[in-house]
């Protein structure tokens, strides 16, 4: 089985200044790591995905994770806000192939950015 | 590519009615997925159909809800018997590898 657990619920950050969403996983088998982002009312879009390839992955919008195994660990970094990045955003975990492709979501952070 | 679209976005329904949603994947997808989302939570996987078969249910897919694929290209979602604990946004996502979601359909039962 998989979970993910994101530390919390709310972050604010003022724009150009550094964000920093944490996620960690469990998982029973090797796992691939999402994340996407939903703006209001609207449905989820890919920022960025792990698959076993090079454990620091770059997104779009500027944003990037690092796949740490010791730490299990996969947060989600932006060197610099921007006011558009305000949304909220899930970490989610799915095992490898086959009918356990199915994706676990986090309960979110909802991400707000200040002048 | 269109994407994945769904319809209808919104839905406001009395208690006891029966709801469908309809899904319409990316074309070529072969994978559909179905998953609930609740007011502050992460999304919630319901069922997941490879071409026409229905693969797997969640135990959240009580027996009022039915899923369907019938050609492997569009799928349904109906909600028999609503209950207000059934008010949730509901999303589609299309995969051949990586899922690519719709913008969901949000219901409201009254």
């Known amino acids: 089985a998989q979970s993910v657990t994101q530390l919390g619920s709310h972050v604010s950050v003022s724009e150009g200044a550094l964000v920093l969403l944490r996620c960690n996983y469990s998982?029973?088998?090797?796992?691939?790591l999402f994340w996407y982002v939903q703006y209001p009312n609207q449905g989820l879009q890919l920022l960025l995905k792990?698959?076993?390839?090079?454990?620091l992955v770059k997104g779009i919008n500027g944003f990037e994770a690092e796949f740490k195994k010791s730490e299990t660990s996969f947060h989600l970094t932006k060197p610099s806000a921007h006011m558009s990045d305000a949304a909220e955003y899930f970490c989610a975990v799915s095992a490898r192939g086959g009918t356990a492709s199915k994706l676990t979501f986090g309960t979110g952070t909802r991400l707000q950015v200040t002048l | 590519d269109t994407g994945v679209s769904q319809d209808p976005r919104h839905k406001i329904t009395k208690r006891g009615q029966n709801v469908t949603f309809r899904c319409d994947p990316i074309?070529?997808?072969?994978?559909l997925y179905w998953y609930r989302q609740t007011l502050g939570q992460g999304p919630e996987f319901l069922t997941y159909?490879?071409?026409?078969?229905?693969?797997?249910k969640s135990r959240l897919l009580s027996d009022r809800f039915s899923a369907e694929r019938p050609k492997g290209s569009f799928s349904t979602l109906e909600i028999q018997r609503t209950e207000q604990g059934d008010s949730a946004m509901y999303l589609c996502?299309?995969?051949?590898?990586?899922?690519?979601f719709g913008p969901g359909t949000r219901l409201l039962v009254l």
């Open positions: 159909f490879q071409n026409e078969a229905q693969l797997e």
């Open positions: 996502a299309s995969s051949k590898g990586t899922q690519y």
């Open positions: 074309s070529e997808h072969n994978r």
């Open positions: 998982s029973s088998v090797p796992p691939y």
């Open positions: 792990y698959t076993s390839a090079a454990t």
